[in-house]
């Protein structure tokens, strides 16, 4: 987007000792409302960047204050905005614009520019660079222009609410009786429909479909808990054995020619040993040596025609995995056969991807930091950053590394304490090269750059 009011302005980043600084300057210093400038500095107005005036060379320096805080454009880059977010960040810029006149500032000198408007990544608080000159800014076009780059371009805002929100905002801002006032009564109402109106969970919607009348969602979930407890209750409870198998018919016959054997053998022995011994204790040993006989003959039998039924009935199907209920291992362990479970086949690891690292030096209590996306973010605030350091010299949002065509990048976001390259502080907001083994320092941490 280009902004009118930038238009005769240079901007610049500069370090204080701990602070970072954003600059403008401008050649009409004799146009510099005094007035307004004094009025910044001791209103301490929250939306309004603290601001300071330095003159050199025929040239006015304006010197705000950002240490800290993030350029709004880049905030939005890495944020998805909810629909009550992006509200209320609206309604922050509308407020600015409508309380200049409580402080007698001119509500078209806020620089309107996603790239020079500022967050505290903590708060989501935003504050504007107050230029106290005469610019001779139309504040209804500048504002038109902001919003519309804000909502098709800038922003990435959640369009699932089914008020329509955005078109609403886009149809009033594009209307040629732009009005403040209106605009922030209609931001507001929209706030106010969002506390009215909970937005219901689409998973509560559907469950809500089963039913006439749509029921809290706690009672939804606790019917729906008590049809799963009734289908379990339903469900007869699992047996431990083994799943019954057909009876076969070869087994059976198996068993009676086993029992006729053993008849048969009784039968010769009675005649054949009766002659030697009439005693009925012999007669009795030798059916129980009979019997004992029958049973190792029918256990053996059994036991490996079932195996064989088990294994057959089990082999796997093309392209299956073959399983053994947990149970049948331990008969089969039991009944003597020799059957080794063999290892599952491992997994070979791919290459390891290799990221470029700030290696910290040896011995120190901190981290090597694996810098694994082309936009990787370091500091102290959780959620906010992609590598946390909990280290209170080091900012909320301290630097940003960025990896483009083969090179990589370092910028200081206007961080308190700083950052370092090969012991050199770099200017905030600004990309600087860097390359293997560079000493990089944030604040008061040490590390290598390696590749």
Same mark, same amino acid.
């Given at each position: 987007?280009? @902004?009118?009011?930038?238009?005769?302005?240079?901007?610049?980043?500069?370090?204080?000792?701990?602070?970072?600084?954003?600059?403008?300057?401008?050649?009409?210093?004799?146009?510099?409302?005094?007035?307004?400038?004094?009025?910044?500095?001791?209103?301490?107005?929250?939306?309004?960047?603290?601001?300071?005036?330095?003159?050199?060379?025929? &040239?006015?320096?304006?010197?705000?204050?950002?240490?800290?805080?993030? =350029?709004?454009?880049?905030?939005?880059?890495?944020?998805?905005?909810?629909?009550?977010?992006?509200?209320?960040?609206?309604?922050?810029?509308?407020?600015?614009?409508?309380? @200049?006149?409580?402080?007698?500032?001119?509500?078209?000198?806020?620089?309107?520019?996603?790239?020079?408007? *500022? =967050?505290?990544?903590?708060?989501?608080?935003?504050?504007?660079?107050?230029?106290?000159?005469?610019?001779?800014?139309?504040?209804?076009?500048?504002?038109?222009?902001?919003?519309?780059?804000?909502?098709?371009?800038?922003?990435?805002?959640?369009?699932?609410?089914?008020?329509?929100? $955005?078109?609403?905002?886009?149809?009033?801002? &594009?209307?040629?009786?732009?009005?403040?006032?209106?605009?922030?009564?209609?931001? &507001?109402?929209?706030?106010?429909?969002?506390?009215?109106?909970?937005?219901?969970?689409?998973?509560? =919607?559907?469950? @809500?479909?089963?039913?006439?009348?749509?029921?809290?969602?706690? &009672?939804? @979930?606790?019917?729906?808990?008590?049809?799963?407890?009734?289908?379990?209750?339903?469900?007869?409870?699992?047996?431990?054995?083994?799943?019954?198998?057909? *009876?076969?018919?070869?087994?059976?016959?198996?068993?009676?020619?086993?029992?006729?054997?053993?008849?048969?053998? $009784?039968?010769?022995?009675?005649?054949? =040993?009766?002659?030697?011994?009439?005693?009925?204790?012999?007669?009795?040993?030798?059916?129980?040596?009979?019997?004992?006989?029958?049973?190792?003959?029918?256990?053996?039998?059994?036991?490996?025609?079932?195996?064989?039924?088990?294994?057959?009935?089990?082999?796997?199907?093309?392209?299956?995995?073959?399983?053994?209920?947990?149970?049948?291992?331990?008969?089969?362990?039991?009944?003597?056969?020799?059957?080794?479970?063999?290892?599952?086949?491992?997994? $070979?690891?791919?290459?390891?991807?290799?990221?470029?690292?700030?290696?910290?030096?040896?011995?120190?209590?901190?981290?090597?930091?694996?810098?694994?996306?082309?936009?990787?973010?370091?500091?102290?605030?959780?959620?906010?950053?992609?590598?946390?350091?909990?280290?209170?010299?080091?900012?909320?949002?301290?630097?940003?590394?960025?990896?483009?065509?083969?090179?990589?990048?370092?910028?200081?976001?206007?961080?308190?304490?700083?950052?370092?390259?090969?012991?050199?502080?770099?200017?905030?907001?600004?990309?600087?090269?860097?390359?293997?083994?560079?000493?990089?320092?944030?604040?008061?941490?040490?590390?290598?750059?390696?590749?």
């Amino acid at each position: 987007m280009h @902004c009118p009011v930038k238009t005769p302005f240079e901007f610049a980043y500069e370090n204080g000792t701990t602070a970072s600084y954003m600059v403008i300057k401008s050649d009409g210093q004799e146009n510099v409302k005094g007035y307004q400038v004094e009025m910044i500095r001791n209103s301490k107005i929250d939306y309004i960047l603290p601001l300071d005036v330095r003159r050199k060379d025929d &040239k006015v320096y304006f010197y705000y204050n950002v240490t800290s805080r993030l =350029v709004l454009s880049q905030y939005l880059k890495r944020k998805k905005l909810g629909r009550e977010e992006f509200l209320k960040l609206l309604m922050a810029i509308l407020r600015a614009l409508l309380d @200049c006149r409580h402080y007698l500032l001119a509500a078209e000198n806020l620089l309107l520019d996603s790239d020079y408007i *500022f =967050v505290d990544p903590s708060t989501g608080g935003v504050s504007f660079a107050y230029i106290p000159l005469m610019t001779g800014t139309d504040i209804r076009h500048s504002l038109r222009e902001f919003i519309i780059d804000l909502i098709l371009y800038k922003a990435d805002i959640d369009e699932s609410s089914n008020d329509n929100f $955005l078109q609403r905002i886009l149809g009033h801002v &594009k209307s040629e009786t732009l009005n403040l006032t209106e605009l922030d009564k209609l931001v &507001k109402s929209l706030i106010s429909r969002e506390d009215a109106e909970p937005h219901r969970d689409e998973a509560d =919607v559907g469950l @809500c479909a089963d039913y006439i009348s749509c029921e809290p969602a706690q &009672k939804v @979930c606790e019917q729906a808990q008590v049809r799963e407890n009734r289908s379990h209750l339903a469900k007869p409870e699992q047996s431990l054995s083994l799943p019954k198998e057909r *009876f076969d018919a070869g087994l059976l016959i198996a068993a009676l020619v086993s029992q006729m054997a053993i008849i048969l053998i $009784l039968i010769l022995v009675s005649k054949f =040993v009766k002659p030697f011994y009439s005693d009925t204790t012999t007669y009795a040993a030798i059916v129980l040596i009979a019997e004992a006989v029958d049973i190792l003959i029918l256990k053996k039998l059994f036991g490996k025609k079932a195996l064989a039924a088990r294994r057959k009935k089990a082999a796997p199907s093309k392209g299956q995995q073959a399983e053994l209920p947990a149970m049948e291992e331990r008969i089969i362990a039991d009944g003597h056969d020799n059957v080794k479970s063999s290892p599952e086949t491992s997994l $070979l690891e791919g290459p390891k991807q290799v990221y470029p690292c700030l290696k910290s030096s040896p011995g120190g209590k901190w981290e090597d930091i694996p810098i694994d996306k082309p936009d990787f973010i370091i500091g102290r605030l959780k959620g906010q950053v992609d590598f946390v350091i909990e280290n209170n010299a080091i900012g909320k949002v301290h630097a940003q590394i960025i990896s483009r065509d083969g090179s990589y990048y370092i910028k200081d976001l206007n961080s308190k304490n700083g950052t370092f390259v090969n012991n050199v502080r770099i200017t905030n907001n600004t990309e600087y090269e860097i390359k293997n083994n560079d000493i990089i320092s944030l604040a008061n941490i040490d590390y290598i750059f390696t590749i």
